[in-house]
């Protein structure tokens, strides 16, 4: 979102909030560490304006983002969440671009079925996640 142009801190936030809808919420405590952690790395610059932080995108942060750019969904899925090869065939990647392209439709309708979809299939997982513990203690 930075590399539009030097932003304040929690624009950001709002932006995605306003992209994503209900489907993702950025708290001010993952948002800012992450700003930190980018600038310390040379992507970001940070200049106080008006008592406030603005962040502005480097050169080397706008290369990260065309080479991540040129990176395949999978490729990228694999190497940031490192998940197995059974899930990650673009199932993962796939699942949240799509939920991600409800909640930019901005039809309440349908992003109700999709949450709804999202807690029974969080439950099942949790579920399998409890049965598994259970076996392993056995």
């Given at each position: 979102m930075l590399s539009n142009g030097p932003s304040y801190g929690?624009?950001?936030?709002?932006?995605?909030?306003?992209?994503?809808?209900e489907?993702?919420?950025?708290?001010?405590?993952?948002?800012y560490?992450?700003?930190?952690?980018?600038?310390?790395?040379g992507y970001l610059t940070t200049q106080q304006l008006?008592?406030?932080c603005v962040y502005?995108?480097?050169?080397?942060g706008r290369e990260l983002l065309a080479d991540r750019s040129e990176q395949s969904p999978s490729d990228s899925a694999q190497e940031i969440r490192n998940v197995p090869p059974e899930i990650?065939?673009?199932?993962?990647t796939d699942l949240s671009?799509?939920?991600?392209q409800i909640g930019c439709s901005r039809n309440t309708a349908r992003m109700s079925q999709v949450?709804?979809?999202?807690?029974?299939?969080?439950?099942?997982?949790?579920?399998?996640?409890a049965e598994k513990s259970i076996e392993d203690d056995v």
């Open positions: 929690n624009n950001p936030i709002g932006e995605m909030e306003s992209c994503y809808g489907f993702r919420r950025l708290s001010l405590g993952s948002v560490p992450t700003l930190q952690m980018l600038e310390e790395e008006n008592g406030k502005t995108i480097t050169d080397t990650s065939e673009n199932t993962v671009a799509s939920v991600m949450g709804e979809l999202l807690e029974q299939l969080k439950r099942d997982i949790h579920g399998m996640l």
